[in-house]
């Protein structure tokens, strides 16, 4: 089990499946320190993710705090412009009439609770590990006090069950345009479960749908990438028990998702978000290079 203390480097905040969340904890706590900042500071904006947070881990960085605040600063980079850009795709698919939202491997994303143009318009599957889920439920009850009706709840563990029965039985429609969502999920599942989804994805949607993820090259997932930081990740999720499963080979990006029957591909690469997002105060924030952002529609 993951042991609550603060961690020096983003990576370093994933840990073992077993228990509620521990990955998705570590998100969230990246997404609270973010939305902690001035309206005109911040890159991203979650009000909901404290809320996920064991309060040990928030008395710790508390009683750290210029420890804490550096390392997070330093590292949660990546991080915060991806919840930004998978906001802003979320509110563009909303305005180009979306009905569907599944968020596989949803953790504690607030999307179907905090972005308002959801409500009345869009039903939201949230797909997750039944052990992360049912935490998740219960704090969700806890803070709005009850479930709101565009949200329904698909626990599955995509490893050994197939999700298509259980979204189908809860009412997922394949005909209406919707958006995936698969932010943090796509390194740490099996290939085949990739193939899986995608094909699901590919084989079950209205036209006009899309689907939006972030991944690893394949050179961080082997181990054949020399960079420093690439060594780093990968040991670090082997330690964890959480070993890097799925990457993309460089340049390969378009062939692998056109194989699947998707189009209007685009990769968005670290250099891209950071001039999209990183001004001000954030000019001189790192980000890692090896996070990249894709998305891609069925046509
Ligand atoms: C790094 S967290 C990301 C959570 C969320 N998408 C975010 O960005 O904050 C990974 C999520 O994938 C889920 N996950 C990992 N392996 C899974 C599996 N085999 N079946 C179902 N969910 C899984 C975890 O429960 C967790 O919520």
Excluded at 56 to 75: F, G
Excluded at 193 to 221: C, H, K, R, W
Excluded at 273 to 297: D, I, M, Q, S
């Amino acid at each position: 089990m993951v042991k609550n203390e603060y961690r020096q480097d983003e990576t370093k905040i994933y840990a073992d499946k077993e228990g509620p969340a521990k990955m998705a904890e570590g998100i969230a706590m990246l997404r609270a320190y973010e939305s902690s900042k001035p309206e005109d500071e911040r890159i991203c904006y979650d009000p909901y993710a404290i809320n996920f947070i064991n309060p040990k881990i928030l008395d710790y960085a508390a009683k750290h705090r210029d420890e804490a605040s550096a390392a997070v600063e330093n590292n949660s980079g990546s991080i915060v412009a991806r919840v930004r850009y998978f906001d802003d795709f979320v509110k563009k698919m909303i305005e180009q009439g979306i009905e569907q939202l599944v968020i596989f491997g949803a953790g504690y994303d607030s999307r179907a609770y905090r972005i308002k143009e959801m409500k009345g318009r869009v039903k939201v599957f949230e797909v997750d590990h039944p052990g992360t889920q049912s935490f998740k439920v219960e704090k969700i009850k806890e803070i709005l006090g009850t479930i709101p009706e565009h949200v329904v709840f698909v626990p599955v563990d995509f490893e050994t069950e197939t999700f298509r029965e259980k979204l189908f039985s809860k009412g997922y429609n394949p005909s209406l345009k919707t958006l995936f969502i698969m932010e943090g999920l796509l390194m740490y599942i099996t290939p085949n479960s990739v193939a899986e989804t995608l094909s699901f994805i590919a084989e079950n949607s209205g036209q006009g749908s899309a689907v939006i993820f972030d991944y690893f090259p394949e050179s961080v997932v082997d181990g054949t990438s020399k960079l420093k930081i690439a060594q780093d990740i990968r040991n670090f999720a082997i330690q964890q028990g959480e070993p890097l499963q799925f990457g993309i080979k460089d340049g390969e990006l378009d062939e692998f998702l056109s194989n699947f029957g998707f189009s209007n591909i685009q990769k968005i690469t670290s250099e891209e978000y950071k001039k999209a997002y990183f001004h001000g105060k954030n000019e001189n924030r790192n980000v890692c290079e090896l996070v990249y952002f894709a998305h891609a529609t069925i046509e």
